[in-house]
Each structure stands twice: as C-alpha cells, then as structure tokens.
C-alpha cells in the first residue's frame, strides 16, 4: 500500500503487510504568473472542497490516489487555461505572444495527461502485483498452518493501528500514545525507503523489537561468580553509604560501544543500546565506509551518593552528570591509558565538581569505581593497577577501590542505565567521515593520513557536539572529542609500598592508606569502619546448632554482619582469610582454569624456553606436565612479574642444562606432593620465588664456569636440544621423572 506522507509524493510505504486507504489529498500549487490563471483558480477552489467531499466519502469503498488527483486537477487547470488562452486569441488574433503561450500550455498538458496514464498503469500493474503476492500466500497459508500462525500473530492489532494511519503526523502521534517517544523525523526516517541509494536510504533506521532484560535475580547463575562479584560491589555501596557523600566519589565507567562514522550511527539497532555480548545479530546490510572508522566513546557516570542513609546500599543511586571522551578508533585504542587520562579531565569539569571534589577542592578521600570487566579495565591487569597507584598517590586518597562484575554481567554496570538515552540521539544521525576531503581511494583505503586524523577530529567533534547538548535525569553531559596520545606507565612502586597498600584479587583492587602515620596521614572515616583497612573478604555463612561457621553452602554476609563477627580470622592453614577464598572460579584456578580467552591457566609455570613455557595444569585428579606455546597460556599475574626479570639475564634457550634437570626435578618432585594435599596459591607463590632464587644462583655459577670451558656446554646443550622433541610427548609426569633419572645418570 502507498502511503502520501505530504509532500513526500508517495516515495516511501510502510512496512506492514496489511492494506491501507490513505485518503489524504496531497496539494500541489503550481506556480502560475498569469493573472488570468490566478482568477481561474480562485473559481476552482470551490470545485476542489466539493471533490474533496466526494472523494472523503469514497474513501471507504475506493482507494484514494494523491498524486493521481494532483495530477488530475492540475489537467483540469491547464485545459481551463487553455480554453481561455483560445478564446483570447479569437478576440485578438496574430498576437504572437499568445500563440506563444498556447503552445506552452499544450506542451505542458501534454506531458501531464502522459504521466497521468503512467501513473494509473502503474498503480493497475502494481495492484495485480499485490493480489498475486496476496494469493500466493493464501496458498502458502493454506499448505503450513504454522506460517499462517504466525502470521496472523504479526498482522494483529498493533499494527492494524499503524496501518490505518495515513500521515506521518498521525502516526508519531499515534506512536506517542504507545509510549514510544520517537521525533517526527525518526519515524520518517523508519518508513521503507522506495530507493536504497538515495539520501533517505541511507538514513533509513530498522526498527527490531527489543526488550531490554532488567536486573533480575534469576540472572544470577549465569557465571559462578555473579553472586561473588555482586557482594564486593554491595560492600563498596555499603561504605558509600556509610561514610556519605562529603567523603565519596562513586565513578562508573564503560566503554565497549564504537559508533561508526560515515554512516547511520545507529542502523545496527543502536549498538550502543546493548551490550557486546547481548547485542542482537542483524543481517548486515551496513554500508561500510571503511575499515575501522568508528568513533570509541568512554563513558563515566558521576553516581550521587545520598546522606544519611547510613548502612543502606540504596543510598548509591543512579543519576549524576555523565563524561564522554570520544576517540578515534583507527588511532587509539581503549587502555588503562586512556582511563587514566579521563580520570583526570573529569575531575576538573564543572559538572563533576560537587561529586568529585571536597570544598576546600581536594578529590574526595575515598573513590570508588566499577568497571567493565575488559581485559584492559580489568582491576588485575598490570597497567590498570599502576595508573591506580599514581592516582592514589597524586590525590592523597585514602583508599581507591576498582571493582568489575563478573563476566557477562557488565550490563549491571551502573554506567548502562546512561547508554539507552545516548544511543537514541544517535538514530538517523550520520557523522561525516570526509568533511575535509575524502582521504580513501574508490577501495576504501587510506591514502591520505593526515587527512584521516583531520576528519576523525571532525566527526568526533560533531558526536562530541550532539551528547553534549543532552541532559540526562537531570544533569548534563559533557562530551570531548580526545587526540590519540600516549602517556607513560607510571613506575611501580617498591614491593614493600606495595605489600603496605595493594590488595588484588580476581574483582577487585584495593588500595588503601597504612596505619603509619610517617607514611600516610587519612583524612575520612574509612579507618573507623575498617579497622583491618580492606574490605573484608566475602564470607559465606552458615547456622549450625551451636555455632555459626563458613561454608561453601551458607550466604554472603552483609558487610556490618560480616565486619561484627570477624569469622574471617578462624580459618585454619591462614593467618588470614584471602579475598578470594569464596570465589567460585578462584577456587577452582587453583587446581584447573581454562579462562574466558580459552586459554590454559596452568598451576604454574616450572621452565620457559624460545616461546614455549613447561607448564603444570591441573586435570581432575592428577597434575600433567606439558609443553605449550606462550601464547596459549594465560599466565597468572605474579608468576609473569617474577618470570620476567628472570628471562631478562636468561637466553630463551635453555643455556644451562645442570640448572634446568635441578629445577625441574625439584619442582616436578613438589607438585607431586601437592598432587595429594592441595596447596593454596599464595604457597605456590612463595616456592616458586624460591625455585626461581635457586635458578638464579645456578645460572650465575653457570655462567662464570662457560667462560672457561665453552665447547662441552655447547655439546650439552645440542644433545637435550635433540631430546626435546621426544620430551614433548611425554606428558605424564611419571615417564618424565623416568627420563631425568635416565638423563642423570647419562650426565
Ligand atoms: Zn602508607
């Protein structure tokens, strides 16, 4: 069916499937200079208001054709006019300007009268068009129930409504009433376009059905540590709530949504909407302009917190003013670097100012942040941990806690509830990718660096123009369009500073000021509430007859609960209880983990050579030794730092075979025995610096012995070389332990 949206012409029809009548009666005014003309129209007027009569009336039996009547009415004028230009001849004939203006109008009738029949030819070929499509249908209706179903489910009322209006006014009103607040010119921009490549084509936005999911409680087993994570950040809320506005600064941040430049932002269903991993996969009919022309925006949402809501983490709300730092996704990309850098720009901004900073205009002493759980936000990653600590320190916090949700549940983020609105500013919207002058060839390729930076610099400005004009619950946004530079990484601190301030663990950085006050002077109430300085880890609890103890089937504790029983000290094996210690996957790590990367986390790393690492992982039962590329391994942070200063004086090859077969027989000889009672990793840790210690001794009598003799070690080294392959195999520990023993004796 043809929809005449005012003065579109009937260039766009609706998506629905259903017959409509649109009865509207398009008016088109030609541009007459005649005076004559212009009295002849006035006398038409009264015909037209008694067709209009007419034609409402037929409306129900007849379909109405705008743009035929226009056609219709406009031939009637010109036959009129030329009517009066003969009898003007008549009265003075060999008026050359006359004849002139009668072959004018014929000419002009002419035309007329032909697009006229055009057009009635072309509404009959397209109505048969339509009936056939109609009975092939029926037929398919007929022959699958199912599909007819379906159908009728799709057909049925809503979108009876939607059809039965005939003017895009009517229809956003309609809209409106729905509940769908969407600007006359989105809704045009909905309608199917008649021409894909024209400039309404472009623009044209899809509309899918999408319900976004609410934080609901049967969401909770989606990851083993949803509920872990989830307590940690009640735990923050809960400080938050304590200690009040005047010493807290809560931060939300995201950033996993690029939006694209060059075409419409939001065709793809507005990305931004949703989630990486929720996002609804389309039929990609995207116009690409080129590879990676997108724009990144970081947000951060300033949370408010309320006072005097003491111990009730709903005093954590969710509005406050909103930071975006827009770059380009060609030339920079989203890093620890890059947070860090908008960490400081927001803590300048107007906006930011009463949540972020104290009246004598120090940041607030105590700040929290939750992220999403990227690997380049995440609060274990190294970088994310030294840009924190410079933050720390730059700012005299107290403490600076980073917390992540746990994978699959970042839509949690606080952050998300900013996104829906961004996103819908995006529709229709297209952000110029060559407003300085294309810089790609016909193949969509750079040829021109310079001018791609330029014309980035330009979208994102135009991007950075739009949110910024936003006011979201009440507060504004403020977005900035971000040159890609690179800072440094800070230096890490001494181990002891280190020791003294960091806790990590899988969710959740904490750093936090020490009690000696040479060191470090605190000026919140933090210390009150946490007289052991960390949050405390989260325990599960569980009523017994005549105790309380942990255990794994019990509950979280709140924080107060938790913080009054001090169950956490009663644990055997630990002078104090580990964050982690309920962490279901932490748990599990400890004896097997595959990561989300699919990669192997071993137990440990025993040996390192050229881009292999011998790794122990943990199977079921028993522990496997085997051999595995580097880049196959997701190797735990620590054992990476102590690896690291250690390959730095060692050769990727093995150099030293006496000190290597030690090694690894010791080590193979250890996990052995924590084959049979389970080891903690904190002790894994500290034998592993020493075996590292013992490497380093040996390798340094090694190395002043090989100036000496330099031939056998050569020799040494080109025999287990050949070994290797062979060792390869072997992946029962046993058989290796054989094979050492065999090596030995041979040595
Ligand atoms: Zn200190």
Redesign the pocket.
């Known amino acids: 069916m043809t929809w005449g949206v005012g003065g579109l012409d009937d260039d766009y029809i609706i998506a629905t499937s259903s017959t409509s009548k649109p009865a509207e009666k398009t008016q088109i005014i030609q541009p007459f200079s005649n005076i004559e003309k212009q009295k002849e129209d006035k006398i038409k007027t009264g015909n037209e208001s008694q067709e209009q009569c007419e034609n409402n009336n037929n409306a129900d039996k007849q379909r109405a054709k705008p743009s035929q009547e226009a056609l219709k009415n406009k031939i009637t004028l010109l036959e009129k006019n030329l009517n009066a230009l003969y009898s003007a001849r008549d009265t003075m004939p060999n008026c050359a300007e006359v004849d002139k203006q009668i072959i004018k109008l014929r000419e002009e009738l002419k035309t007329a009268k032909n697009t006229l029949n055009r057009k009635i030819q072309n509404a009959v070929a397209q109505k048969k068009h339509r009936d056939g499509m109609k009975r092939k249908l029926e037929d398919i209706c007929q022959e699958n129930p199912e599909i007819k179903r379906r159908l009728s489910l799709r057909d049925s009322e809503t979108n009876g409504i939607y059809s039965q209006r005939k003017t895009l006014d009517e229809l956003t009103q309609e809209l409106r009433k729905l509940g769908f607040d969407i600007s006359r010119s989105a809704t045009y921009l909905r309608l199917i376009s008649r021409k894909s490549n024209s400039t309404e084509g472009r623009r044209h936005v899809s509309t899918v059905p999408v319900r976004l999911i609410r934080a609901q409680t049967d969401h909770h087993k989606s990851h083993l540590d949803s509920k872990f994570a989830e307590t940690s950040i009640h735990y923050l809320e809960n400080i938050a709530s304590i200690l009040g506005p005047d010493q807290v600064f809560f931060l939300s941040q995201d950033d996993k949504a690029r939006v694209p430049i060059g075409v419409t932002a939001a065709n793809k269903q507005a990305p931004l909407l949703m989630h990486m991993e929720y996002r609804i996969k389309l039929p990609d009919h995207d116009w690409v302009i080129a590879e990676r022309h997108k724009l990144i925006p970081s947000v951060y949402a300033g949370i408010k917190v309320t006072s005097n809501m003491l111990g009730q983490p709903q005093a954590v709300g969710y509005s406050g003013p909103t930071f975006i730092a827009i770059r380009s996704g060609k030339h920079s990309s989203s890093t620890a670097n890059t947070h860090a850098q908008d960490f400081e720009t927001l803590l300048e901004l107007e906006e930011f100012r009463p949540l972020a900073k104290t009246d004598h205009g120090l940041v607030k002493p105590v700040v929290i942040m939750t992220v999403d759980g990227g690997p380049d936000e995440n609060p274990r990653y190294q970088k994310v941990i030294g840009f924190a600590i410079q933050h720390f320190k730059r700012h005299d916090l107290d403490a600076l806690f980073i917390a992540t949700n746990a994978p699959g549940r970042s839509a949690y983020n606080r952050v998300e509830r900013r996104m829906a609105p961004l996103s819908r500013e995006l529709a229709g919207l297209i952000l110029p990718h060559d407003h300085f002058g294309s810089h790609l060839d016909e193949r969509g390729i750079t040829i021109d660096e310079q001018l791609e930076r330029y014309n980035f610099e330009f979208a994102g400005n135009v991007l950075a123009e739009v949110w910024s004009s936003m006011e979201i619950d009440g507060y504004n946004v403020t977005a900035k369009y971000v040159e890609a530079d690179e800072q440094d990484v800070p230096e890490f601190p001494d181990i002891k500073?280190y020791s003294?301030?960091v806790r990590e663990s899988q969710y959740l950085l904490q750093i936090v000021?020490?009690k000696?006050t040479e060191?470090?002077r605190p000026r919140s109430g933090l210390f009150r509430l946490l007289d052991n300085r960390f949050l405390p880890p989260p325990a599960k609890v569980k009523q017994t007859v005549d105790d309380l103890v942990l255990d794994e089937g019990g509950q979280f504790l709140d924080l107060p609960v938790n913080l009054a029983l001090r169950l956490s000290t009663t644990l055997k094996d630990f002078l104090q209880m580990p964050y982690d210690y309920f962490c279901p996957t932490v748990k599990l790590r400890l004896s097997s983990r595959t990561c989300k990367t699919g990669k192997v986390r071993p137990v440990r790393v025993a040996a390192r050579r050229a881009n292999e690492l011998m790794c122990i992982i943990q199977n079921l039962e028993h522990q496997d030794v085997e051999w595995l590329d580097e880049s196959d391994v997701d190797i735990p942070k620590s054992d990476e730092s102590e690896q690291t200063h250690n390959t730095e004086q060692q050769s990727n090859v093995i150099d030293n075979l006496e000190s290597w077969i030690q090694v690894s027989s010791t080590s193979l000889n250890l996990s052995l025995e924590t084959s049979t009672k389970r080891k903690q990793a904190q002790d894994l840790r500290q034998e592993f610096m020493e075996l590292e210690k013992k490497k380093l001794d040996l390798l340094q009598i090694k190395l002043s012995q090989s100036t000496e003799r330099q031939e056998p070690d050569c020799e040494d080294l080109l025999f287990f070389k050949s070994l290797l392959p062979y060792m390869k195999e072997l992946s029962s520990m046993q058989k290796l332990i054989a094979l050492e023993t065999k090596l030995q004796t041979l040595l």
């Open positions: 500073w003294e301030h000021k020490c000696n060191c470090c």
